[in-house]
């Protein structure tokens, strides 16, 4: 049975095979000469339109007061480092779907996501990272679709899922507001 996926060849069906030629360091792959990627410059079109393009939720455990104090640095840094990202609050507790406490930085190109993860990739410390896309579907968005640096956390994702969110939403409305999932 073939996966419910379209074909990642989708546009290239009548292409030229790519060479078996091997690269000077004996090991990779020749690739011709071509042009450049759309992705280098916008997001591919499933994400959702006029939303930041990923969320970056940093995780800290709140009980632990040297990574807590990490976390608080961390956070300020980022807001530095990259101010023209948009950063949330610092949350002192779980939020949302998140089980530990977190703050949340947005992307808004691909330019923003490679720069921040590969900050983050070095920089975190002892702090955990999920990272995912904003598309149609957040639960997909928060599962399927998320990457990891660091230790991964269990989501509480039953709220992500569709029939939940229209109740998340009146609930939020009713007890405050909280960050985006």
Same mark, same amino acid.
């Given at each position: 049975?073939?996966?419910?996926?379209?074909?990642?060849?989708?546009?290239?069906?009548?292409?030229?095979?790519?060479?078996?030629?091997?690269?000077?360091?004996?090991?990779?792959?020749?690739?011709?000469?071509?042009?450049?990627?759309?992705?280098?410059?916008?997001?591919?079109?499933?994400?959702?339109?006029?939303?930041?393009?990923?969320?970056?939720?940093?995780? /800290?455990?709140?009980?632990? &007061?040297?990574? *807590?104090?990490?976390? +608080?640095?961390?956070?300020? #840094?980022?807001?530095?480092?990259? =101010?023209?990202?948009?950063?949330?609050?610092?949350?002192?507790?779980?939020?949302?779907?998140?089980?530990?406490?977190?703050?949340?930085?947005?992307?808004?190109?691909?330019?923003?996501?490679?720069?921040?993860?590969?900050?983050?990739?070095?920089?975190?410390?002892?702090?955990?990272?999920?990272?995912?896309?904003?598309?149609?579907?957040? /639960?997909?968005?928060?599962? &399927?679709?998320? *990457?990891?640096?660091? +230790?991964?956390?269990?989501? #509480?994702?039953?709220?992500?899922? =569709?029939?939940?969110?229209?109740?998340?939403?009146?609930?939020?409305?009713?007890?405050?507001?909280?960050?985006?999932?």
């Amino acid at each position: 049975m073939p996966l419910p996926y379209p074909s990642p060849l989708a546009g290239y069906e009548n292409a030229e095979p790519l060479p078996d030629k091997i690269n000077p360091d004996g090991k990779s792959l020749y690739n011709p000469p071509g042009p450049k990627s759309s992705a280098y410059d916008q997001f591919p079109e499933q994400f959702k339109p006029n939303k930041n393009g990923f969320d970056f939720h940093i995780y /800290y455990i709140q009980t632990d &007061e040297d990574e *807590t104090k990490f976390a +608080r640095a961390l956070h300020e #840094r980022i807001r530095r480092e990259f =101010p023209e990202i948009r950063i949330y609050r610092f949350w002192d507790r779980p939020v949302g779907p998140h089980p530990v406490a977190m703050f949340e930085a947005n992307v808004f190109s691909p330019h923003q996501t490679g720069a921040l993860f590969s900050w983050l990739a070095v920089n975190r410390g002892p702090c955990s990272v999920l990272i995912h896309p904003n598309t149609d579907d957040p /639960y997909l968005d928060h599962t &399927e679709l998320a *990457t990891w640096m660091g +230790r991964q956390w269990p989501l #509480r994702t039953e709220m992500l899922r =569709p029939s939940s969110r229209q109740a998340q939403a009146q609930a939020a409305a009713t007890s405050g507001s909280a960050p985006s999932a």
